[in-house]
């Protein structure tokens, strides 16, 4: 058992990140367990988000959908955050029809439906993007069916499009906001000048193109120099489209990035 409460395989016994400085980019309130699994094996986490996550300035659109929910087969959680926005709101007034099927495009999605009482979700086994939801079977064939996903602002039409092209009726519903910090990239760039930044996390190709902009050229350079750390296809394309050298794809979750971390650093 570790000190985030929660049972792992990875081996937390001694300081295996010891002298490492660990660039965490995702939004602050999702790097709090990786940044504490870090800190635990000896490392310094270096939060630097590259997204916030707020609010849709008007909520109206997705009160007026949830008043209907009912009309749907299945609905689709593109992210933790899709699932944070809607079900609280949906809770306030009734409970999740038991006709409606879940469905999301990863494990942590369906981690965080299942805090809120909602365990039968659809969700693949392999990957965590609308490319792996759309491999199942259950998708395969989806005439006559009503669909909802719900989304942040300006998300991939992908997931839509292709149910689209096998009979769905879809319907996309925008329930947050993802934007560019307004954040001072010094401190960081000095630091990683003088003492090194050892590995950058990332967990979007939005977000990974927001670092980018944010650290300017000098930034760039240093960043197309160390070790970049994703679980995800799409952001090891996008990375080498940006000239990022070292590209390591790692295994899903926070677990998965650790291990990815400790299994890179165990070699040098």
Request: glycine share 10%.
């Given at each position: 058992?570790?000190?985030?409460?929660?049972?792992?395989?990875?081996?937390?016994?001694?300081?295996?990140?010891?002298?490492?400085?660990?660039?965490?980019?995702?939004?602050?309130?999702?790097?709090?367990?990786?940044?504490?699994?870090?800190?635990?094996?000896?490392?310094?986490?270096?939060?630097?988000?590259?997204?916030?996550?707020?609010?849709?300035?008007?909520?109206?659109?997705?009160?007026?959908?949830?008043?209907?929910?009912?009309?749907?087969?299945?609905?689709?959680?593109?992210?933790?955050?899709?699932?944070?926005?809607?079900?609280?709101?949906?809770?306030?007034?009734?409970?999740?029809?038991?006709?409606?099927?879940?469905?999301?495009?990863?494990?942590?999605?369906?981690?965080?439906?299942?805090?809120?009482?909602?365990?039968?979700?659809?969700?693949?086994?392999?990957?965590?993007?609308?490319?792996?939801?759309?491999?199942?079977?259950?998708?395969?064939?989806?005439q006559g069916r009503h669909v909802v996903?719900?989304?942040?602002?300006?998300?991939?039409?992908?997931?839509?499009?292709?149910?689209?092209?096998?009979?769905?009726?879809?319907?996309?519903?925008?329930?947050?906001?993802?934007?560019?910090?307004?954040?001072?990239?010094?401190?960081?760039?000095?630091?990683?000048?003088?003492?090194?930044?050892?590995?950058?996390?990332?967990?979007?190709?939005?977000?990974?193109?927001?670092?980018?902009?944010?650290?300017?050229?000098?930034?760039?350079?240093?960043?197309?120099?160390?070790?970049?750390?994703?679980?995800?296809?799409?952001?090891?394309?996008?990375?080498?489209?940006?000239?990022?050298?070292?590209?390591?794809?790692?295994?899903?979750?926070?677990?998965?990035?650790?291990?990815?971390?400790?299994?890179?650093?165990?070699?040098?």
């Open positions: 058992m570790t000190g985030t409460g929660v049972e792992t395989g990875v081996d937390l016994s001694s300081n295996r990140l010891a002298g490492k400085s660990i660039l965490i980019t995702r939004p602050l309130h999702q790097a709090g367990g990786l940044a504490t699994w870090v800190r635990e094996l000896g490392g310094e986490p270096w939060l630097f988000p590259v997204l916030e996550i707020s609010d849709s300035e008007n909520k109206q659109p997705l009160l007026d959908l949830i008043a209907r929910l009912d009309e749907f087969d299945l609905a689709v959680f593109v992210s933790p955050n899709a699932v944070e926005k809607v079900i609280p709101l949906i809770q306030v007034s009734h409970s999740w029809p038991r006709h409606v099927l879940v469905a999301t495009v990863g494990k942590g999605s369906a981690r965080v439906l299942e805090r809120y009482g909602i365990t039968n979700v659809i969700v693949p086994e392999e990957g965590s993007d609308s490319e792996a939801l759309l491999r199942m079977p259950q998708f395969q064939v989806m996903i719900f989304r942040g602002n300006d998300g991939r039409r992908l997931l839509g499009d292709t149910l689209r092209e096998r009979g769905a009726s879809v319907e996309y519903i925008e329930c947050y906001r993802r934007h560019k910090p307004e954040a001072d990239p010094l401190p960081l760039l000095k630091h990683w000048r003088d003492d090194g930044i050892q590995a950058v996390i990332i967990s979007s190709s939005e977000g990974l193109d927001n670092l980018f902009d944010m650290i300017g050229e000098t930034g760039q350079q240093l960043l197309k120099a160390t070790p970049v750390f994703t679980a995800h296809e799409r952001i090891e394309r996008k990375a080498r489209e940006l000239g990022i050298r070292k590209i390591y794809r790692t295994l899903l979750g926070d677990e998965g990035t650790v291990q990815g971390l400790l299994e890179y650093f165990e070699k040098m």
